[in-house]
């Protein structure tokens, strides 16, 4: 297990362990993560912020979880925003990315300036952006 977690947290710093082989620099979003696996946390996320967070003393109780679960509502929505995924050169699921990645950045706003409005009308953005979406692309 010493060997497993050594090469674990070479990764998570940033390197290549050793004996990984050859390893491509980089490689496209689409190839290493399912959008449904990608739209499933986005889900979780979403749904944890509007279910979890519904009063002014919740919004103001956890903040850091708060904002970690807007931030990946806002990375996540970039991730599937990128070339190579089904749709993505499409004008109209731009759009929807766009306000999902929005929803994601105002809500992380709204609980860092502790503002229930601001984010329940940005947990709303997300809502209505992945209600719109999921009858045209969702597979």
Known sequence: SKVAFEKLAAVFEGS???DAGDVPA???FHETADRTGVMQRIQRA?????LNINTEAKLKSDVETIQHEAMLVTA???IIATE????????????FA????????EAGAAA?????KQFTDAVNKI?????DCHPKYAQ
């Open 127 to 131: 809502s209505k952006s992945c209600t």
């Open 16 to 18: 290549i362990p050793a």
């Open 26 to 28: 980089k490689k496209p």
């Open 98 to 105: 766009s306000d999902l990645i929005a929803g994601g950045q």
């Open 46 to 50: 979403s749904e944890w912020l509007r």
């Open 84 to 95: 190579g995924y089904d749709s993505a050169d499409e004008a109209e699921y731009q759009k």
């Open 112 to 116: 860092k300036d502790q503002n229930f």
């Open 76 to 78: 996540l929505g970039k």
